[in-house]
Nanobody
Framework: QVQLVESGGGLVQPGGSLRLSCTASVLTVTSYRMSWFRQAPGKERALVAVSTNAGGTTRYAEFAKGRFTISTDKAKNTVYLQMNSLKPEDTAVYYC???????????WGQGTQVTISS
């Protein structure tokens, strides 16, 4: 059974940093389009960052550019989201997503809460 397990969320002050992890079981992250999404209370789920080809191709939402970095550790079968210069508006549940490149499959993790507050 495919599982995506996120970790690394928490409470951080504005300007701080967090690194989220998404560790996959059964699937190999380098064979999927791996993405981070987030959902704030009362808002729709939004794309944060995408990585394809184990980071060979990355794409970021405008709000993430220059502050967030998506990366892949092949040995650990894990995708990371490094978040710097965090703002209160970054507060949300962050989800990991894996989409098949050649097959129509779509997997989600359970989410990890990120709260930015002083």
């Amino acid at each position: 059974q495919v599982q995506l397990v996120e970790s690394g969320g928490g409470l951080v002050q504005p300007g701080g940093s967090l690194r989220l992890s998404c560790t996959a079981s059964v699937l190999t992250v380098t064979s999927y389009r791996m993405s981070w999404f987030r959902q704030a209370p009362g808002k729709e789920r939004a794309l944060v960052a995408v990585s394809t080809n184990a980071g060979g191709t990355t794409r970021y939402a405008e709000f993430a550019k220059g502050r967030f970095t998506i990366s892949t550790d092949k040995a650990k079968n894990t995708v990371y989201l490094q978040m710097n210069s965090l703002k209160p508006e970054d507060t949300a549940v962050y989800y990991c997503n894996a989409q098949g490149l050649n097959i129509p499959v779509d997997y989600w993790g359970q989410g990890t809460q990120v709260t930015i507050s002083s």
